[in-house]
């Protein structure tokens, strides 16, 4: 018993196969790897590991099918080491090899970009953000496994995107990029001018209010009166169109040739002295002073 088994190592380290072997090929199969192995087409008797491990191929895009007949097959066993004359065949002529995958539908896609919606909704509560795509998005089929999509809107500013680009991945690779071109549109609660501001006017709370309406083509809204009151304009705004963040600044507090406190402090040392603004100072800017003393 010893000496057969050693005999039959023997054969298998030589790549060779003392026993018959009965190949059955299946007509259609499918699988979820890249590549094809002779296990994935064909039942082999008596079992054999080493054998359903020869390759035969990569195998198609998710989805996709390629054939391999038995001719192909027969080839791929020789190169592996095995006799043909100890091969037997059965089954199908062609194997039909379907790789594996899941459908990413249009309703998905679309399903995807509104649950990315409403996580800026979550963030602006009070802004209702929608986006229509100007044609149905095409769906295609990923390959298995862990999915995984991001969503990017065109611009910074999602308000004002006109795209939105989908990277899908499965266990982390990238398999599909999706650019769907669409109108964003985004309605809320802004802040408008209630009548025309000046450049460099302080804003005082008769001078807004809080209307909603369409800002997709507003940059950066401010959604509280608050931020905007006590606010210096560096533009002028027409009475009924949104106050911008990026228009706001804090009015001068300081003003040029204006009397300043000087204070230097080191440890316990402090020496105070008066000085004149050389400039204009808004809070929390640093600007230039010329001491007095």
Known sequence: MLG???FLCLVSATHGFAFQIQVELSAHTSVDSDEISLGDVAQITPHAPQLESVRL????????????????????LQRAGVNPDKVSWSGADVVTVTRAGQRISTTDIQASISSYLAGER????????????YQEPEAFVAPKGKLHVEVIPAADNLFSSRSMTLIYRVDGRV???????GRMSAEG??????SRIRRGSKIQPDDVDLVRCDITDTDEPVF????????????????GDP???RHLQ???VIERRAYVKIIAERGPMRIEATGTALEDGRLGETIRVRNSS
């Open 4 to 6: 057969c088994v050693f």
């Open 57 to 76: 191929g990569r195998s198609s895009s998710a989805g996709d099918s390629r054939t391999l007949d038995r001719s192909f097959i027969a080839r791929a």
């Open 175 to 181: 398999v599909n990029n999706l650019t769907i071109r």
């Open 243 to 245: 106050i911008e963040r």
């Open 189 to 194: 609660d802004v802040v408008v001018a209630s």
């Open 250 to 252: 804090p009015p001068v």
């Open 224 to 239: 509280s009166l608050a931020e905007a009151v006590g606010m210096e304009l560096s533009r002028s705004v027409r009475g």
């Open 122 to 133: 979550n963030l602006l509560p009070d802004v209702d953000i929608n986006f229509e795509p």
